[in-house]
């Protein structure tokens, strides 16, 4: 933890949820952090809370990453800031659910836009400059739903299965370079991305939901590890490695009681 301290880390979709979690144990560990969403009152919010508790500097900067310039946007922001950036956390998301041929084609390529292209610009665009100073680590958000496809979310597992496809190439490419590689793989997690994707969540998802702080905590201990695949929690764990054993027809329809539409938690 010790190496952290001082380094600047930068959070993505830090407004809220998983995101929100990961940069108050990046400020606990004494990182500076860099916060971004669209959301700027939330991150505002999160600022004031950070800095009442740690002596670190917080820059907020807003910024949509569903938009193609987004990503470029934000590292040239950053450049003007004059600050180096150690940790990247590749979080921000959004879930979108229904069948796929109900689904709007913008909302579709939105959410490639998000999860898939912005993540692969930011994560190219910080990359070469860790490499060069030998030094650096990188934490991709990917989900459980990303290891078979998935049935009523179609669009998003398949950008989470190219976000862990992706994420553990990186992890072989980068050893002995300085710069760590993790992919962290959430199962259902109690946050507003469900509402946000307008998903009522099922029983089965609720049961199994866990608190982001706990999932934020396995991930911010696996990336120091060097851990290529975290998935958070006990459960998560099982379901994954009997993923690999199961038929694939079997996997998918497993899938698609999670994409079940339910009754609101609400
Ligand atoms: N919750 C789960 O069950 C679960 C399971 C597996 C994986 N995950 C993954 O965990 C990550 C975090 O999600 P969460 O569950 O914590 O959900 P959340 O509470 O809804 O947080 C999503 C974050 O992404 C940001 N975001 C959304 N659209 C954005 C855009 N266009 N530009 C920039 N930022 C944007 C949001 O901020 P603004 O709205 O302020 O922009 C927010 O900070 C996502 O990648 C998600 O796929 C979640």
């Known amino acids: 933890m010790k190496e952290l301290k001082g380094k600047w880390a930068l959070v993505t979709g830090a407004s809220s949820g998983i995101g929100a979690d990961l940069a108050r144990l990046y400020a ?7 916060i971004t969403a669209r959301r700027e009152q939330r991150l505002a919010e999160l600022k004031k809370e950070l800095s009442q508790q740690n002596d670190i500097r917080i820059e907020i900067i807003q910024n949509d990453l569903s938009t193609e310039t987004g ?4 590292f040239d922001t950053i450049e003007d800031r004059k600050i180096q950036v150690s940790i990247l956390i590749n979080n ?6 229904g069948k796929f041929n109900d689904i709007p084609l913008d909302k579709k390529l939105g959410i490639i836009q998000l999860n898939l292209v912005s993540l692969t610009k ?10 060069s100073r030998k030094e650096g680590w990188i934490m991709q958000v990917a989900s459980v739903y990303g290891f078979q496809p998935g049935p009523n979310m179609a669009t998003y597992a398949a950008t989470k299965a190219y976000v862990i496809s992706l994420s ?6 980068l050893k002995g370079t300085g710069v760590k590689h993790s992919v962290l793989c959430p199962g259902p997690t109690r946050t507003e991305i469900f509402d946000t994707a307008g998903h009522t969540t099922n029983i089965l998802m609720d049961n ?26 006990a459960i998560n764990k099982a ?9 694939r027809s079997l996997t998918v329809f497993g899938a698609s009681l999670f994409g079940k539409e339910g009754t609101s938690r609400k």
């Open 168 to 173: 553990e190439a990186l992890n072989f490419e």
């Open 122 to 131: 930011l994560t190219h665009l910080f990359l070469h400059g860790m490499i």
């Open 239 to 247: 379901l994954v490695s009997s993923n690999r054993f199961s038929p």
């Open 71 to 74: 990503p470029q946007e934000l």
């Open 28 to 34: 606990k560990a004494g990182c500076n952090l860099i």
């Open 208 to 233: 199994l939901s866990m608190d982001s702080m706990d999932v934020a905590k396995e991930g911010f201990k696996g990336l120091l590890n060097g851990k290529s695949v975290i998935v958070p929690g």
């Open 92 to 97: 921000a998301g959004i879930a979108l659910s």
